[in-house]
């Protein structure tokens, strides 16, 4: 670290400080979301097992129909609308949630939840911070891509909520992974304020790497609704199929919903930013045109930029188009973002600079 | 659609079920089984393309082009670094053979990445134009009609009115043409179809493809990259022979290079003075003025590192730059035999450079014989005392030219090709000082350095700054950009538009009661297609409000449909 003034000095000491009590926060957050599913799975649930052997049972008779209760309530006297779930698919409730529809699992599920947008205020403060001091964007090294990564992944987790998503079931998986991230950055990745590679400075870069940032979250929000999704799915098929699955699986598979509903959802917020993440690579080559005179040179990271696009392609064509449906287009997604994570991972420490095949 | 079908929840919504009304919401093509052809030539170039255009080879295609994609980032490629894969093969002799064999080390023009994404290539092309034709179809033939059992649809719901049948229609084909729906009467029911875009955006991205990459291909082949080091003061017009370098595409013709010239007035760069960016590069910006064509008029403008000066399909980048000193150099008797700034390299981001100043003819020594003058030149533009090796900042705040002179033969005549900026020291003297010791000195702005015994002199008059230019010529990366931003609005259509279908049906129930149903279908099961139908249903049911014996409201118990329905199946048919 050369030559920082007092005040950067100053102002890089306060993001520490800050990711460090956020990082504390979190870990309460992360408690109070044990104990949400702790306290709820007192309440002993098993509606999944219910509707799936009813569903077994009720089968030759009444079409499965369920009274969509959205909206039209309001209006007693309306004409309701009737749904229909497509052929084939399993009716299985949506779980209840952590709580487990216990008062008390409730309350920790909330004040868990609190406790997140608290961390949350730290950590953008900490990144704030860090930016403040380094005079740039914070994403210049590893240390600052990590912090700034998870902020904007929680952000993304407390916006869908604001919307009045379904997505409480989210808070444990994230905020463990959350203090993962931060660990590993505190740790092994802590990296002292420094220069920016003499980079060139242009707008496409804030707009390339904020965007990149942001899809990264998102992706990864629906990478652990893929996997959720596939435990619950072979949850859902065990006890179609007769079988009787482990009390661990009943007690916290049964609260999350249903499978094909966290396929939807993870479907949702992929296709959703697959956009925003053409968007970005084509950012990218913009920027690269203006600063390199080539707008695509097939440099490790725009290859694996495509790469990822290519297999996130993949995945939307696999679900467009029958067959390819639920588990395989499940692992699609996860290989969709494994390449997302090798590239701001993997590249960065093997392939980097000079030496692109060490390590390999 | 037989009425025998059982009403189980495993048969619900199949396109079987709904006959016309389920099919053609996409354009997707139908997946046949691979069934082994027959006949001959013909019938395998049929079965090849028609596997080739298959969804489930585009899906395979893909993936092999991301695999394909991924060992030339793993392995060094010559397009980006040619000494790095010659380390490599030196390291490896037989694992870089093998590389070698497999095209590994320049992946994206080997045959078999190219096969890949020529396959793919020409299977979006089938697939494309089929899907188009079908588009045009859809869009010149109406929605057809309600199937009989709209109760099968996914979403559904039903009321008895007062009014009648004829009314309910009309209401309902104002209200949906209304809401963009394109809407007609068919028979006893009203049909509308919404949310085509999303198609279109859907051609548009695939198509957006095909331009993007045939924009870069065409690209790869047309392009030409020169580079061009200016002092400030000089100029470069746009010829081959002017270039300090120059690659260009297999297709690139000469005569393809866009006539331009500059003159590089001035280069500024201004540094972080303080802070933990202590200087890093703030500003650089070089001052031309530049001419179009061969008569072009001069015209003035500022290049700077991101934003390259265009002209046609030449971009002109500033990529480097660095300082000259201008050097005047006396002969014994006093004459000047060079006058010149010598560009000197960068070693570092504090522009600490090298270089040499070599005198090739017009210099004679003190005793009148005709000899080379080599001067080796190391520069600090920012000279502080305790660090004399390295500059301390970039700018020119304190220069310093440290120079030592050699005399002898330079071997610049020798058929080597050499560099500028390198001695070759083997026919060459050093001069010596007073002292008997090899002479070098340091020099700032203004002053001179005497060769010993009347040999003559150096003076360091000022200091210049260079520029390197690169000139690009990729054509086509207009029509890239276009297609991108097509793929991005493209692509945004065809994820968020749904495109969904709307029926209304009224007619007069056994009782002499008018019974609407209204049902739903969407391309995929979405929540917002009940909604849709739920706000559309309140709207009509405002309009035609239930008689007060309402049994509707119930999906479940509603009135069979009646057996006075026409046709509407087939008179939908016909309806193209
Ligand atoms: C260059 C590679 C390709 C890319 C990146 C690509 C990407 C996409 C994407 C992102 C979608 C939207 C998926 C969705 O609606 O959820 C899509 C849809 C579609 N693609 Fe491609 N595609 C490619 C090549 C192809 C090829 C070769 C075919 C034909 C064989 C094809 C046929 C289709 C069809 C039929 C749909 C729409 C299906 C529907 O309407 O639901 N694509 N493609």
Same mark, same amino acid.
Not at chain 1, 277 to 301: L, N, Q, S, V
Not at chain 2, 304 to 326: F, M, Q, W
Not at chain 2, 475 to 504: D, E, M, N
């Given at each position: 670290?050369?030559?920082?003034?007092?005040?950067?000095?100053?102002?890089?000491?306060?993001?520490?400080?800050?990711?460090?009590?956020?990082?504390?926060?979190?870990?309460?957050?992360?408690?109070?979301?044990?104990?949400?599913?702790?306290?709820?799975?007192?309440?002993?649930?098993?509606?999944?097992?219910?509707?799936?052997?009813?569903?077994?049972?009720?089968?030759?008779?009444?079409?499965?129909?369920?009274?969509?209760?959205?909206?039209?309530?309001?209006?007693?006297?309306?004409?309701?609308?009737?749904?229909?779930?497509?052929?084939?698919?399993?009716?299985?409730?949506?779980?209840?949630?952590?709580?487990?529809?216990?008062?008390?699992?409730?309350?920790?599920?909330?004040?868990?939840?609190?406790?997140?947008?608290?961390?949350?205020?730290?950590?953008?403060?900490?990144?704030?911070?860090?930016?403040?001091?380094?005079?740039?964007?914070?994403?210049?090294?590893?240390?600052?891509?990590?912090?700034?990564?998870?902020?904007?992944?929680?952000?993304?987790?407390?916006?869908?909520?604001?919307?009045?998503?379904?997505?409480?079931?989210?808070?444990?998986?994230?905020?463990?992974?959350?203090?993962?991230?931060?660990?590993?950055?505190?740790?092994?990745?802590?990296?002292?304020?420094?220069?920016?590679?003499?980079?060139?400075?242009?707008?496409?870069?804030?707009?390339?790497?904020?965007?990149?940032?942001?899809?990264?979250?998102?992706?990864?929000?629906?990478?652990?609704?893929?996997?959720?999704?596939?435990?619950?799915?072979?949850?859902?098929?065990?006890?179609?199929?007769?079988? &009787?699955?482990?009390?661990? =699986?009943?007690?916290?598979?049964? $609260?999350?919903? !249903?499978?094909?509903?966290?396929? %939807?959802? @993870? #479907?949702?917020?992929?296709?959703?930013?697959?956009?925003?993440?053409?968007?970005?690579?084509?950012?990218?080559?913009?920027?690269?045109?203006?600063?390199?005179?080539?707008?695509?040179?097939?440099?490790?990271?725009?290859?694996?930029?495509?790469? &990822?696009?290519?297999?996130? =392609?993949?995945?939307?064509?696999? $679900?467009?188009? !029958?067959?390819?449906?639920?588990? %395989?287009? @499940? #692992?699609?997604?996860?290989?969709?973002?494994?390449?997302?994570?090798?590239?701001?991972?993997?590249?960065?420490?093997?392939?980097?600079?000079?030496?692109?095949?060490?390590?390999? | 659609?037989?009425?025998?079908?059982?009403?189980?929840?495993?048969?619900?919504?199949?396109?079987?079920?709904?006959?016309?009304?389920?099919?053609?919401?996409?354009?997707?093509?139908?997946?046949?089984?691979?069934?082994?052809?027959?006949?001959?030539?013909?019938?395998?170039?049929?079965?090849?393309?028609?596997?080739?255009?298959?969804?489930?080879?585009?899906?395979?295609?893909?993936?092999?082009?991301?695999?394909?994609?991924?060992?030339?980032?793993?392995?060094?490629?010559?397009?980006?670094?040619?000494?790095?894969?010659?380390?490599?093969?030196?390291?490896?002799?037989?694992?870089?053979?093998?590389?070698?064999?497999?095209?590994?080390?320049?992946?994206?023009?080997?045959?078999?990445?190219?096969?890949?994404?020529?396959?793919?290539?020409?299977?979006?092309?089938?697939?494309?134009?089929?899907?188009?034709?079908?588009?045009?179809?859809?869009?010149?033939?109406?929605?057809?009609?309600?199937?009989?059992?709209?109760?099968?649809?996914?979403?559904?719901?039903?009321?008895?009115?007062?009014?009648?049948?004829?009314?309910?229609?009309?209401?309902?084909?104002?209200?949906?043409?209304?809401?963009?729906?394109?809407?007609?009467?068919?028979?006893?029911?009203?049909?509308?179809?919404?949310?085509?875009?999303?198609?279109?955006?859907?051609?548009?991205?695939?198509?957006?493809?095909?331009?993007?990459?045939?924009?870069?291909?065409?690209?790869?082949?047309?392009?030409?990259?020169?580079?061009?080091?200016?002092?400030?003061?000089?100029?470069?017009?746009?010829?081959?022979?002017?270039?300090?370098?120059?690659?260009?595409?297999?297709?690139?013709?000469?005569?393809?290079?866009?006539?331009?010239?500059?003159?590089?007035?001035?280069?500024?760069?201004?540094?972080?003075?303080?802070?933990?960016?202590?200087?890093?590069?703030?500003?650089?910006?070089?001052?031309?003025?530049?001419?179009?064509?061969?008569?072009?008029?001069?015209?003035?403008?500022?290049?700077?590192?991101?934003?390259?000066?265009?002209?046609?399909?030449?971009?002109?980048?500033?990529?480097?730059?660095?300082?000259?000193?201008?050097?005047?150099?006396?002969?014994?008797?006093?004459?000047?035999?060079?006058?010149?700034?010598?560009?000197?390299?960068?070693?570092?981001?504090?522009?600490?450079?090298?270089?040499?100043?070599?005198?090739?003819?017009?210099?004679?020594?003190?005793?009148?014989?005709?000899?080379?003058?080599?001067?080796?030149?190391?520069?600090?533009?920012?000279?502080?005392?305790?660090?004399?090796?390295?500059?301390?900042?970039?700018?020119?705040?304190?220069?310093?030219?440290?120079?030592?002179?050699?005399?002898?033969?330079?071997?610049?005549?020798?058929?080597?090709?050499?560099?500028?900026?390198?001695?070759?020291?083997?026919?060459?003297?050093?001069?010596?000082?007073?002292?008997?010791?090899?002479?070098?000195?340091?020099?700032?702005?203004?002053?001179?350095?005497?060769?010993?015994?009347?040999?003559?002199?150096?003076?360091?008059?000022?200091?210049?700054?260079?520029?390197?230019?690169?000139?690009?010529?990729?054509?086509?990366?207009?029509?890239?950009?276009?297609?991108?931003?097509?793929?991005?609005?493209?692509?945004?259509?065809?994820?968020?538009?749904?495109?969904?279908?709307?029926?209304?049906?009224?007619?007069?129930?056994?009782?002499?009661?008018?019974?609407?149903?209204?049902?739903?279908?969407?391309?995929?099961?979405?929540?917002?297609?009940?909604?849709?139908?739920?706000?559309?249903?309140?709207?009509?049911?405002?309009?035609?409000?239930?008689?007060?014996?309402?049994?509707?409201?119930?999906?479940?118990?509603?009135?069979?449909?009646?057996?006075?329905?026409?046709?509407?199946?087939?008179?939908?048919?016909?309806?193209?």
């Amino acid at each position: 670290m050369t030559l920082a003034t007092a005040t950067n000095e100053h102002l890089a000491n306060i993001s520490n400080t800050l990711i460090y009590s956020s990082m504390a926060v979190y870990t309460l957050a992360f408690f109070a979301y044990i104990a949400e599913w702790l306290f709820g799975s007192r309440s002993k649930v098993g509606r999944t097992a219910a509707a799936l052997t009813a569903d077994t049972k009720a089968k030759g008779k009444a079409p499965a129909v369920t009274v969509n209760q959205g909206g039209s309530t309001a209006v007693l006297e309306r004409p309701q609308v009737v749904v229909r779930s497509a052929a084939g698919a399993r009716d299985v409730p949506d779980g209840p949630g952590a709580h487990g529809g216990d008062a008390q699992g409730d309350l920790y599920g909330r004040i868990a939840i609190s406790l997140t947008v608290l961390a949350f205020l730290v950590e953008l403060g900490g990144v704030i911070a860090r930016a403040a001091s380094v005079e740039r964007a914070p994403w210049g090294n590893m240390y600052e891509f990590n912090i700034t990564f998870s902020t904007v992944a929680v952000a993304v987790y407390l916006g869908l909520l604001a919307l009045k998503k379904n997505v409480r079931w989210l808070g444990l998986f994230l905020v463990t992974t959350v203090l993962l991230d931060l660990g590993l950055a505190v740790t092994v990745l802590y990296t002292a304020s420094d220069q920016l590679v003499p980079a060139l400075h242009s707008y496409w870069l804030y707009i390339h790497v904020s965007t990149a940032i942001f899809c990264g979250a998102v992706f990864y929000v629906g990478a652990v609704a893929t996997i959720l999704y596939l435990f619950k799915d072979s949850y859902e098929n065990k006890i179609a199929t007769g079988g &009787t699955p482990g009390r661990f =699986a009943n007690s916290v598979l049964d $609260r999350l919903p !249903a499978s094909a509903s966290l396929d %939807k959802f @993870a #479907y949702r917020v992929n296709a959703a930013v697959f956009p925003l993440w053409t968007f970005t690579i084509i950012a990218g080559a913009i920027w690269a045109g203006d600063a390199w005179g080539r707008y695509w040179g097939w440099d490790p990271k725009e290859t694996w930029s495509f790469i &990822t696009w290519v297999a996130y =392609a993949c995945y939307l064509h696999a $679900r467009a188009t !029958a067959g390819w449906k639920g588990r %395989k287009a @499940a #692992y699609l997604a996860m290989l969709a973002f494994g390449c997302w994570l090798f590239n701001y991972y993997g590249v960065n420490i093997f392939v980097s600079g000079k030496h692109s095949y060490a390590g390999v | 659609m037989s009425k025998t079908a059982p009403d189980t929840p495993d048969a619900s919504v199949g396109d079987q079920d709904l006959g016309a009304a389920g099919s053609q919401l996409s354009t997707a093509p139908v997946e046949s089984a691979p069934n082994l052809p027959s006949l001959g030539v013909i019938g395998w170039a049929r079965w090849f393309w028609r596997q080739l255009t298959s969804m489930r080879v585009a899906l395979l295609l893909l993936l092999l082009v991301a695999l394909g994609a991924i060992p030339g980032s793993l392995i060094p490629q010559t397009g980006t670094d040619a000494t790095k894969v010659a380390d490599f093969v030196k390291k490896n002799p037989t694992l870089g053979d093998v590389y070698d064999k497999l095209g590994l080390f320049h992946v994206y023009s080997s045959v078999w990445f190219s096969a890949i994404y020529i396959l793919l290539f020409i299977s979006l092309i089938g697939c494309i134009v089929p899907r188009t034709w079908q588009f045009v179809g859809q869009l010149r033939s109406r929605p057809p009609g309600a199937p009989k059992r709209l109760t099968r649809l996914p979403a559904y719901t039903t009321w008895r009115t007062g009014a009648e049948p004829e009314q309910v229609r009309e209401a309902a084909l104002t209200l949906l043409k209304k809401r963009h729906f394109r809407a007609h009467l068919a028979g006893d029911n009203v049909a509308a179809e919404k949310g085509y875009l999303r198609e279109v955006g859907n051609l548009a991205f695939h198509i957006a493809l095909i331009v993007m990459l045939t924009a870069f291909a065409w690209g790869q082949l047309f392009k030409s990259e020169g580079n061009k080091l200016v002092v400030e003061g000089d100029g470069f017009s746009n010829t081959l022979t002017q270039y300090d370098d120059f690659k260009s595409g297999n297709l690139f013709d000469t005569g393809d290079l866009v006539p331009l010239s500059f003159r590089l007035n001035k280069f500024t760069g201004t540094y972080e003075t303080s802070g933990p960016n202590k200087g890093t590069p703030r500003l650089y910006q070089a001052a031309l003025t530049y001419s179009e064509g061969a008569y072009g008029k001069d015209r003035k403008t500022l290049v700077k590192v991101n934003e390259p000066l265009e002209i046609g399909d030449a971009k002109v980048y500033l990529t480097a730059h660095g300082y000259a000193p201008l050097i005047t150099v006396r002969d014994g008797k006093g004459k000047v035999v060079f006058h010149d700034a010598v560009a000197l390299l960068p070693l570092d981001s504090n522009v600490t450079s090298t270089g040499v100043i070599k005198v090739l003819d017009g210099y004679r020594n003190a005793k009148g014989v005709s000899e080379q003058l080599g001067i080796s030149a190391f520069f600090l533009p920012t000279y502080t005392t305790g660090s004399e090796t390295a500059s301390t900042f970039p700018a020119l705040n304190n220069p310093v030219l440290n120079l030592t002179p050699y005399h002898g033969d330079l071997g610049v005549d020798s058929g080597i090709p050499q560099s500028v900026y390198q001695l070759d020291k083997s026919h060459v003297k050093d001069f010596k000082d007073a002292k008997g010791q090899e002479l070098r000195k340091n020099l700032r702005p203004g002053q001179t350095m005497q060769l010993p015994n009347g040999a003559g002199s150096v003076t360091y008059e000022g200091t210049k700054q260079w520029a390197n230019f690169q000139v690009v010529q990729q054509p086509a990366s207009g029509w890239a950009l276009g297609g991108a931003l097509t793929a991005i609005f493209g692509l945004a259509a065809s994820l968020f538009i749904q495109r969904r279908r709307v029926w209304v049906r009224a007619v007069r129930g056994d009782d002499g009661v008018t019974v609407v149903e209204m049902a739903g279908l969407g391309r995929s099961e979405s929540a917002k297609v009940p909604e849709e139908l739920g706000e559309l249903a309140g709207v009509l049911y405002d309009q035609s409000p239930g008689t007060t014996a309402d049994p509707g409201a119930r999906g479940t118990a509603r009135p069979a449909p009646t057996d006075s329905q026409p046709t509407n199946e087939q008179s939908e048919g016909s309806a193209k």
